[in-house]
């Protein structure tokens, strides 16, 4: 890589060593190729060695069935994670009930409905609120939702299940969206054409043809997003109330299984049951958004193999 | 019972109306399936005058079948515009409120100061240079293993089940829980350097953004025709001279896009970080270059993330200004360079030659 570099010779060997390394450079793309798969192993691994430690001493009944969580308890602690399960579960129930119908909607007005400036438009500013971090939605939820729902609802706090589902509906929407609008996208340009010559309106199209067709696609995208919904942390942590309790309503703060990692890893000591119990916790989540995406992978498969 | 008939003498006029034609001949019912069975029958009573008049006044006025679809068609269209905006609206005003609640504070000495006072004054200069270096080098670290695999995954990968084993580690790669990201940080990279550090933190949000370099890259690159690659191989190239001289010159510009799309997710990121490397206070110089590169690799530091985070929640007596504008520095930051990725994207689709 000196001067002699420029001289034609020396540039044709160059040429020559370049292409000798081709299949070390192609064994290295193979290598970075598989990386995804040896992270996503290794990620489960690391925290299965880790929380191992805890499996011979966690009572397992307790871990799934219990509502009591009293991690610091000198007496005798508690390790129940059905309360976190189920708040887990009710934000994310709750945001998909906001997301799903709203990001449909949304997709099919973008995908079918409207003019290509309007489309252009609509698809720069979902793609800009899907670039917002998580911790501005849970500041935003935290001071600026926070005090809304206390004046509109009475609620004691404003911090709550409600809280959290309207901000993770309106995070997850987005990913959403853009899914679907791939899904209708994939559906090819011949049905629509099909259906419009039989005299089909815009709605019939999407209604009668297009949601047949791309419909493991958008269940798909719902999916996805409730892996993101089940995963996210910061956005929860912040808005969710903390409280560790089996909601009943829609105002009571509840706390789910990131969040209780997020707060709690910091206190608790390292090669300690509580930090251990934290660490099957992170197995649990990984294991749930493992099986939820793997679904959502089978559903598009399931549309490839009848196309094709 | 004598509504429900006129209605449908009504119905049946307006249908014959519709089609004169198919009255004259005879067979008005026949390919009107939404009209009922009981007004074929009162037809017969009704039929002349109604042809006479409403044939004359307008043959072309929408059948009920057709009036129903239109109904629909605007209903749909008004309820899905509606989701739309409702998706949309909240973002813009959440945005408009952050940066109106912000506004005293936002200045160039908001960016340059660091933090003060236990936090309750000054800017968020500390921060925003630890959020500059973690990013950097996740960056560093991501985007050669990233473009790599996405080469991969486009390039060699045949159609097999080894292909979908690959796409599927990404999908669950990038599903995995950030907080889950944040243990195996723990678990691994911490547990290698010996603490939390800008490296560790580092290394844990390279492979997070991993899975999204790899998909935009293979995305840029399958928007490489096809011919291109023929063309090439029929000069006697081989794969990688193809792919480093025609394929990945041309989609250079989509690759830069997904890398930068990158950059605002892993800035904007708090829960990998939080146990992996960031601090919730670090003394920076106020002054001087050391003020630009003040940590070893083997540090803690501040990133705005967190910093917001810890503003927000665990500190007291933070007037709401300085909370907002940390908000805004980071929505401005991540918006910033999203939208320059954005129009790199655009300007490219605008010249493409293919």
Same mark, same amino acid.
């Given at each position: 890589?000196?001067?002699?570099?420029?001289?034609?010779?020396?540039?044709?060997?160059?040429?020559?060593?370049?292409?000798?390394?081709?299949?070390?450079?192609?064994?290295?793309?193979?290598?970075?190729?598989?990386?995804?798969?040896?992270?996503?192993?290794?990620?489960?691994?690391?925290?299965?060695?880790?929380?191992?430690?805890?499996?011979?001493?966690?009572?397992?009944?307790?871990?799934?069935?219990?509502?009591?969580?009293?991690?610091?308890?000198?007496?005798?602690?508690?390790?129940?994670?059905?309360?976190?399960?189920?708040?887990?579960?009710?934000?994310?129930?709750?945001?998909?009930?906001?997301?799903?119908?709203?990001?449909?909607?949304?997709?099919?007005?973008?995908?079918?409905?409207?003019?290509?400036?309007?489309?252009?438009?609509?698809?720069?500013?979902?793609?800009?609120?899907?670039?917002?971090?998580?911790?501005?939605?849970?500041?935003?939820?935290?001071?600026?939702?926070?005090?809304?729902?206390?004046?509109?609802?009475?609620?004691?706090?404003?911090?709550?299940?409600?809280?959290?589902?309207?901000?993770?509906?309106?995070?997850?929407?987005?990913?959403?969206?853009?899914?679907?609008?791939?899904?209708?996208?994939?559906?090819?340009?011949?049905?629509?054409?099909?259906?419009?010559?039989?005299?089909?309106?815009?709605?019939?199209?999407?209604?009668?043809?297009?949601?047949?067709?791309?419909?493991?696609?958008?269940?798909?995208?719902?999916?996805?997003?409730?892996?993101?919904?089940?995963?996210?942390?910061?956005?929860?942590?912040?808005?969710?109330?903390?409280?560790?309790?089996?909601?009943?309503?829609?105002?009571?703060?509840?706390?789910?299984?990131?969040?209780?990692?997020?707060?709690?890893?910091?206190?608790?000591?390292?090669?300690?049951?509580?930090?251990?119990?934290?660490?099957?916790?992170?197995?649990?989540?990984?294991?749930?958004?493992?099986?939820?995406?793997?679904?959502?992978?089978?559903?598009?498969?399931?549309?490839?193999?009848?196309?094709? | 019972?004598?509504?429900?008939?006129?209605?449908?003498?009504?119905?049946?006029?307006?249908?014959?109306?519709?089609?004169?034609?198919?009255?004259?001949?005879?067979?008005?019912?026949?390919?009107?399936?939404?009209?009922?069975?009981?007004?074929?029958?009162?037809?017969?009573?009704?039929?002349?005058?109604?042809?006479?008049?409403?044939?004359?006044?307008?043959?072309?006025?929408?059948?009920?079948?057709?009036?129903?679809?239109?109904?629909?068609?605007?209903?749909?269209?008004?309820?899905?515009?509606?989701?739309?905006?409702?998706?949309?609206?909240?973002?813009?005003?959440?945005?408009?409120?952050?940066?109106?609640?912000?506004?005293?504070?936002?200045?160039?000495?908001?960016?340059?100061?660091?933090?003060?006072?236990?936090?309750?004054?000054?800017?968020?200069?500390?921060?925003?240079?630890?959020?500059?270096?973690?990013?950097?080098?996740?960056?560093?670290?991501?985007?050669?293993?990233?473009?790599?695999?996405?080469?991969?995954?486009?390039?060699?990968?045949?159609?097999?089940?080894?292909?979908?084993?690959?796409?599927?580690?990404?999908?669950?790669?990038?599903?995995?829980?950030?907080?889950?990201?944040?243990?195996?940080?723990?678990?691994?990279?911490?547990?290698?350097?010996?603490?939390?550090?800008?490296?560790?933190? *580092?290394?844990?949000?390279?492979?997070?953004?991993?899975?999204?370099?790899?998909?935009?890259?293979?995305?840029?690159?399958?928007?490489?025709?096809?011919?291109?690659?023929?063309?090439?191989?029929?000069?006697?190239?081989?794969?990688?001279?193809?792919?480093?001289?025609?394929?990945?010159?041309?989609?250079?510009?989509?690759?830069?896009?997904?890398?930068?799309?990158?950059?605002?997710?892993?800035?904007?990121?708090?829960?990998?970080?939080?146990?992996?490397?960031?601090?919730?206070?670090?003394?920076?110089?106020?002054?001087?270059?050391?003020?630009?590169?003040?940590?070893?690799?083997?540090?803690?530091?501040?990133?705005? *993330?967190?910093?917001?985070?810890?503003?927000?929640?665990?500190?007291?007596?933070?007037?709401?200004?300085?909370?907002?504008?940390?908000?805004?520095?980071?929505?401005?930051?991540?918006?910033?360079?999203?939208?320059? *990725?954005?129009?790199?994207?655009?300007?490219?689709?605008?010249?493409?030659?293919?």
């Amino acid at each position: 890589m000196n001067t002699a570099s420029k001289t034609p010779a020396r540039r044709f060997s160059l040429q020559a060593v370049v292409d000798a390394a081709e299949p070390v450079i192609e064994w290295l793309i193979r290598l970075c190729g598989w990386s995804s798969i040896l992270f996503v192993f290794s990620i489960f691994v690391f925290i299965l060695i880790i929380a191992s430690n805890a499996f011979g001493k966690l009572d397992w009944r307790e871990f799934f069935f219990s509502t009591e969580w009293q991690p610091d308890s000198v007496v005798q602690p508690h390790y129940g994670t059905l309360a976190l399960f189920v708040g887990t579960l009710s934000v994310t129930v709750l945001a998909m009930a906001i997301a799903a119908p709203l990001g449909l909607g949304a997709a099919v007005f973008i995908s079918e409905f409207c003019g290509s400036k309007v489309k252009e438009t609509l698809k720069v500013l979902v793609e800009l609120s899907a670039a917002i971090p998580s911790v501005v939605w849970g500041f935003v939820g935290y001071m600026v939702i926070a005090p809304l729902i206390i004046r509109y609802t009475g609620a004691s706090t404003g911090i709550n299940l409600l809280n959290a589902g309207i901000i993770l509906g309106l995070m997850s929407a987005p990913i959403i969206v853009s899914m679907s609008e791939d899904a209708l996208k994939a559906v090819p340009d011949s049905y629509r054409e099909a259906a419009v010559s039989l005299g089909a309106s815009r709605w019939e199209i999407v209604h009668r043809v297009l949601f047949p067709a791309a419909k493991n696609g958008l269940l798909a995208a719902v999916l996805l997003g409730v892996g993101r919904a089940i995963g996210e942390t910061m956005a929860v942590l912040m808005c969710s109330g903390h409280a560790v309790n089996i909601p009943h309503s829609l105002l009571d703060p509840v706390r789910t299984l990131t969040a209780t990692i997020a707060s709690e890893l910091g206190e608790s000591p390292a090669g300690e049951m509580h930090y251990w119990v934290l660490f099957t916790i992170g197995l649990e989540l990984f294991a749930l958004t493992f099986l939820v995406n793997v679904i959502a992978d089978v559903v598009v498969k399931g549309v490839r193999s009848e196309r094709s | 019972m004598n509504a429900v008939s006129d209605r449908a003498n009504k119905q049946a006029g307006l249908l014959l109306g519709q089609r004169p034609a198919a009255a004259f001949a005879g067979q008005s019912e026949s390919h009107s399936p939404a009209s009922p069975a009981t007004a074929g029958e009162r037809v017969s009573d009704d039929a002349g005058e109604a042809k006479s008049t409403a044939a004359v006044e307008n043959p072309f006025s929408p059948s009920p079948l057709e009036r129903r679809k239109n109904r629909r068609e605007r209903i749909a269209q008004w309820l899905l515009g509606y989701s739309a905006f409702m998706l949309v609206a909240p973002v813009l005003a959440i945005l408009t409120y952050l940066v109106i609640k912000a506004w005293p504070v936002l200045g160039i000495s908001f960016l340059l100061e660091n933090p003060q006072k236990f936090m309750t004054a000054g800017g968020v200069w500390a921060p925003l240079v630890g959020t500059f270096f973690l990013v950097a080098i996740s960056l560093l670290l991501a985007a050669p293993i990233g473009i790599l695999g996405g080469v991969y995954l486009n390039e060699y990968a045949g159609n097999n089940w080894a292909t979908r084993a690959v796409a599927l580690g990404v999908t669950n790669l990038a599903g995995v829980p950030s907080i889950v990201h944040g243990l195996f940080g723990v678990a691994a990279f911490v547990a290698l350097t010996g603490r939390p550090s800008v490296l560790a933190a *580092s290394c844990t949000l390279a492979v997070m953004s991993l899975p999204v370099i790899i998909t935009s890259t293979r995305e840029a690159l399958s928007s490489v025709p096809m011919a291109f690659r023929e063309a090439c191989w029929n000069m006697g190239a081989t794969r990688w001279q193809t792919i480093r001289t025609i394929v990945l010159p041309n989609s250079v510009g989509g690759i830069l896009t997904g890398v930068i799309f990158e950059v605002t997710r892993a800035a904007g990121e708090t829960a990998p970080i939080l146990y992996t490397g960031a601090l919730l206070f670090k003394r920076v110089p106020d002054h001087g270059w050391q003020s630009f590169f003040p940590y070893s690799l083997n540090d803690g530091c501040m990133a705005l *993330s967190m910093h917001l985070y810890t503003l927000a929640t665990q500190v007291v007596g933070v007037s709401d200004q300085i909370q907002y504008g940390a908000a805004v520095v980071l929505i401005g930051l991540t918006l910033a360079v999203n939208s320059v *990725s954005i129009g790199l994207r655009m300007y490219l689709r605008s010249r493409k030659k293919w």
